[in-house]
C-alpha cells in the first residue's frame, strides 16, 4: 500500500521535485479522509444599521454560492486547487466585491487588479499586478505558477504572458462600476484616504484542505482606493496576504495591505501553528514511559496528536493582534487539518464562509455571528 502511494506520488509530482516536498501534514491520516472550506469577501466596517434587509441577503446569497461551489468540488473528491478556484472565480465576477468586476479605482480612474495564488504540496504560487484587461486574475495567477518559471509577474508583461497563455479579456467597463467610481470622487473631491471610503474592503479568498491532505490558498483584489504610483499590496506578496503550506496551514488575508505585508500575515500564521504543532509533539514525546535503558517505550505517531480549532484560532488572533498593534485593520481565514477553517478579524464585520466534511456549513457577515 505504502509503495503504491509512493508510486502514484512519483507519477503526479512535476519531474524536478523530491517527493518529500509534496507531503501532507504529519497528521493527515489517509484511513480517515475530510476536507475543509473557507471563503471571505472582505472585512470592515459592516455593521446591521447599514445595511438594507435586501443587501443583507445578497451578501449571504453570493456567499453562500462561492462556498457551494467549492464545497460540491471537495465533496466529490476534487483537489482543493479547484475548490478555490470555482469559489473565486465566482467571487471575481460579482460586482459587490472589490476583485475582478466591481474593483475599486486608482487614482487615475483605472481598475488594477492583484491576485495570488499559492499550492500548499509543494509551495509553488502564482501572482500578478497591476492586470488591466484580465476577466479573472485568479486564473492568471494559476498558469504563472503552472508555468513555474517565474512566481510574481506585473503589469503590461504580465498581460503579454496571459495573451500567450490564451486567457479572457474583458474592456475597461467590465471592471468598472458607479459606486466605486463615486468611492473615488468623494476621497478626491473631500480629501479622504482609502481607509475613509473602503469601509468595507472586499477583496475575496479562498482556502481549502482536499481529501488528499493538501491546502491551497487563493487571493483576489482590486486593492484600495485611490492607490497611486504603481502601489501593490499585501494579496500577491506570497506570505503577506496569501499563504499555503501542506505541513501547517493556507491563509487569505483581506485589508490595509501595506500592514499585513509587514506583519507578513499569512506565513506568521502557518510558521506559528507549526511552532504550537511542534511542541505538542515534543510534549508527547517526553510523557512516553522509559525503558531501564531510558529509552522511549514507543514512537508516538503524529496521527495521536490533535490541535484544537482554539488553537489555530489563537495563533490567527495574535497575528491579527500585532497588525493592529501596526495600526493595520482587516481580517484572515485559514484553514488547517485541525477542525473547521477559522475567521479573525479586527473589522466589526467580514463577509466569509466554512464547509466541512463534518457538516459545517455557514456563512456569516457581522461580528457577532
Ligand atoms: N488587502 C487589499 C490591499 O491592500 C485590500 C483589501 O483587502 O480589500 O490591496
Not at 475530510?34 to 444599521?49: K, L, M, P, V
Not at 479568498?205 to 486593492?223: I, R
Not at 484553514?335 to 475567521?343: D, E, K, L, N
Request: charged content about 25%; proline content about 4%; glycine content about 12%.
Amino acid at each position: 500500500m505504502k509503495y503504491c502511494a509512493l508510486l502514484l506520488a512519483l507519477l503526479v509530482a512535476p519531474a524536478l521535485l523530491p517527493p518529500e516536498a509534496l507531503r501532507a501534514h504529519d497528521n493527515y491520516d489517509p484511513n480517515e479522509p475530510r476536507w475543509s472550506f473557507a471563503i471571505h469577501g472582505g472585512a470592515g466596517t459592516i455593521a446591521r444599521e447599514n445595511m438594507t434587509a435586501e443587501q443583507d441577503a445578497e451578501y449571504r446569497a453570493a456567499l453562500q454560492s462561492a462556498l457551494d461551489a467549492g464545497t460540491a468540488i471537495l465533496t466529490a473528491g476534487g483537489s482543493a486547487m479547484d475548490a478555490v478556484l470555482a469559489a473565486i472565480v465566482l467571487l471575481e465576477d460579482d460586482p459587490k466585491f472589490n476583485a475582478g468586476r466591481g474593483a475599486v479605482f486608482t487614482w487615475e480612474g483605472e481598475n488594477e487588479l492583484d491576485a495570488a495564488l499559492m499550492d500548499g504540496r509543494d509551495r509553488s504560487a502564482g501572482a500578478v499586478t497591476g492586470v488591466k484587461s484580465i476577466r479573472n486574475p485568479i486564473l492568471l495567477a494559476r498558469e504563472v505558477m503552472k508555468d513555474g518559471r517565474h512566481v510574481f509577474l506585473s503589469g503590461s508583461g504580465a498581460e503579454e504572458f496571459a495573451s500567450q497563455r490564451g486567457l479572457e479579456t474583458a474592456p475597461p467597463e467590465w471592471f468598472a462600476t458607479e459606486g466605486r467610481r463615486e468611492a473615488l470622487e468623494r476621497l478626491k473631491n473631500e480629501k479622504l484616504s482609502a481607509r475613509d471610503v473602503d469601509v468595507k474592503f472586499g477583496t475575496v479568498g479562498a482556502v481549502a484542505l482536499d481529501l488528499e491532505g493538501n491546502m491551497v490558498a487563493g487571493t483576489s483584489t482590486g486593492g484600495l482606493t485611490g492607490k497611486r504610483w504603481g502601489r501593490i499590496g499585501d494579496v500577491p506578496v506570497i506570505g503577506a496576504g496569501t499563504y499555503a503550506d501542506n505541513r501547517d496551514c493556507a491563509v487569505s488575508a483581506t485589508g490595509q495591505g501595506e500592514y499585513f505585508i509587514r506583519a507578513v500575515v499569512g506565513y506568521s500564521i502557518c510558521s506559528r501553528l507549526s511552532h504550537k504543532w511542534r511542541a505538542e509533539a515534543a510534549e508527547a514525546e517526553a510523557a512516553v514511559p522509559r525503558d531501564s535503558q531510558g529509552n522511549p517505550t514507543y514512537a508516538v505517531h503524529a496521527s495521536e496528536l490533535w490541535l484544537e480549532e482554539e488553537d489555530v484560532q489563537a495563533v490567527a488572533d495574535a497575528v491579527m493582534a500585532d497588525v493592529k498593534d501596526l495600526g493595520g485593520t482587516g481580517g484572515v481565514i485559514v484553514v488547517s487539518p485541525f477542525g473547521p477553517a477559522i475567521f479573525s478579524f479586527n473589522t466589526p464585520g467580514m463577509y466569509r464562509g466554512r464547509a466541512t466534511s463534518a457538516g459545517v456549513n455557514e456563512v456569516a457577515i457581522y461580528g457577532d455571528e
